[in-house]
């Protein structure tokens, strides 16, 4: 009789109970069909108000039917959506220390780990955009130091910052061409494997630096002239460095920087440069060819590779095409000085007074004109033809980094290839009945897939280190191309003024001629 007093009709009462007092059943036999739980789950939902987790998922339409509409893979749909808002709460880190090691698998620690790098990267991006420190540095003061075969020439480097991390806010110190190129080497060695793009060092020249070396004082033309390209060349590869925003917090940097005497730099006097980064291109593409091409499978590189390809050759034909047109303005600056000289000795032979004026004030116009195709030589090199240089290096240095992630591919595939060998020779084993062998290889098995794992993380963290580079080297570009040109017209718009000045002084003279 106890039993019968617990049997349906007092649980279909407690029921209406609960459906009248907004009530949850506490108590629900565990033999009870599935639907029974459905009714108590939608009875919960409509009127207690607080409701549960289950509740929030999918009780929004089957609330409306009656218990015995409701179907029984409900209970499954509301266990996926909670292993989906678990998948997708996993690379927070309270969910997953919450959850303990022996609830997550292998396979989702693993993933985990490689979503909370880029969460670490997230924050650093964070910092980065906070950093609103200023750095700009000068180079000045070129001296050469010594005599003959043995001499060099110092650089004075300034920097101002507000940096908090540097020792002042202002700083000099002296720099050989040599202390450049350690600086980028070190740079290179310890970020360029990493995915990030350096910027290069200007290239040795041992023609350009014998002319000085030789040069009886510093005040010859020649070795003026290369003096200065190299001095701006130096400062802009030091101000991009400065600009970036990991680089420039390199010990190295920062020691270059404020530190008044630097270790000699070494292995420098060989190669240095374009010409280290076209040594390094040649090795890397042979070895590329003999490894095979990578099958890329993000289409996001593919284009951006082409993208560089392409860029990389037409602004090489346009270096080249400003190149010879700085040649021929300094051509014709130098043909309108032999003209203006003709002029002024015509001038001083010709009796007619009238005309003797007139062709002596032609010739001091084409003075003024010539020295108007000087100063639009220099604007033609300095400013443009400089910054595409400078900008086919930089292109150099995104390839280079291309290549690293080609690298650290190949060397993700090939562990993957050789795990798949260990795995072939433990079976071997087994099927043969060496146990010590395929204890042996079940050892080699474990390292092997610790080796592919890391292959994998390498790879998947230098292409989120090389897309940020590559967006960030397109947003540099847009903007120093934009400030360069408007620079370059604002010049040439000013030399022509002047020209059509000097013409329109020179006309009144002309007409005065009877």
Do not use: C
Not at 193 to 200: F, L, T
Not at 224 to 243: C, G, Q, V, W
């Amino acid at each position: 009789m106890a039993s019968a007093d617990r049997e349906p009709p007092p649980l279909f009462e407690d029921d209406q109970d609960d459906q009248k007092n907004g009530e949850i059943a506490e108590q629900t036999p565990e033999d009870e069909p599935a639907k029974l739980d459905a009714e108590e789950e939608k009875s919960d939902d409509l009127f207690s108000g607080g409701g549960t987790e289950v509740s929030l998922d999918d009780e929004s339409p089957a609330a409306k039917l009656e218990p015995e509409q409701i179907p029984e893979p409900e209970p499954l749909k509301e266990e996926t959506s909670k292993e989906i808002k678990s998948e997708v709460k996993e690379p927070e880190p309270a969910t997953v220390s919450a959850s303990g090691d022996t609830e997550v698998s292998a396979a989702k620690k693993k993933v985990h780990w490689r979503q909370e790098e880029p969460e670490e990267d997230d924050d650093d991006d964070e910092e980065e955009r906070r950093d609103t420190f200023d750095m700009e540095i000068s180079i000045t003061d070129p001296q050469r130091i010594g005599d003959g075969m043995g001499a060099y020439v110092a650089y004075k480097v300034s920097t101002t910052t507000s940096d908090p991390a540097f020792k002042k806010a202002d700083m000099s110190v002296m720099r050989r061409f040599s202390d450049f190129l350690g600086l980028h080497q070190k740079l290179v060695t310890g970020h360029a494997s990493k995915g990030r793009i350096v910027p290069p060092a200007p290239e040795k020249s041992v023609v350009g630096m014998t002319k000085v070396k030789m040069s009886k004082s510093q005040e010859d033309t020649n070795s003026m002239d290369f003096i200065e390209k190299r001095r701006a060349s130096l400062e802009r590869f030091l101000n991009r460095t400065a600009a970036h925003p990991i680089l420039r917090k390199d010990g190295d940097f920062r020691e270059f920087l404020e530190v008044e005497n630097l270790p000699k730099a070494t292995n420098t006097s060989a190669l240095s440069g374009a010409g280290m980064m076209r040594v390094l291109n040649r090795v890397v593409d042979t070895a590329s060819k003999m490894t095979g091409k990578m099958n890329e499978s993000d289409q996001w590189f593919e284009e951006k590779h082409q993208h560089i390809e392409s860029l990389d050759q037409q602004l090489r034909k346009l270096h080249s095409s400003v190149e010879n047109m700085v040649t021929h303005r300094k051509e014709l600056a130098g043909s309108t000085q032999l003209f203006a000289k003709s002029a002024a000795m015509l001038g001083n032979s010709e009796e007619h007074t009238a005309l003797s004026r007139a062709i002596s004030q032609l010739a001091e116009t084409e003075e003024k004109i010539e020295n108007l195709h000087v100063e639009q030589a220099n604007t033609d090199f300095y400013v443009f033809s400089e910054l595409l240089k400078d900008y086919i290096g930089l292109i150099a240095a995104v390839r280079e980094a291309f290549r690293e992630r080609e690298k650290a591919y190949h060397t993700w595939t090939n562990a993957q290839a050789m795990l798949v060998k260990k795995r072939e020779n433990e079976a071997k084993f087994k099927t043969q009945g060496k146990p010590d062998k395929v204890y042996m290889a079940q050892e080699e098995i474990k390292e092997w897939e610790g080796k592919v794992e890391k292959g994998q993380e390498d790879f998947e963290a230098i292409s989120k280190t090389l897309r940020k580079e590559v967006n960030r080297f397109e947003e540099n570009r847009v903007r120093d191309f934009r400030s360069v040109i408007i620079k370059y017209l604002e010049a040439l718009m000013h030399h022509q003024q002047q020209l059509i000045g000097y013409w329109e002084g020179f006309l009144p003279e002309a007409k005065a001629i009877a």
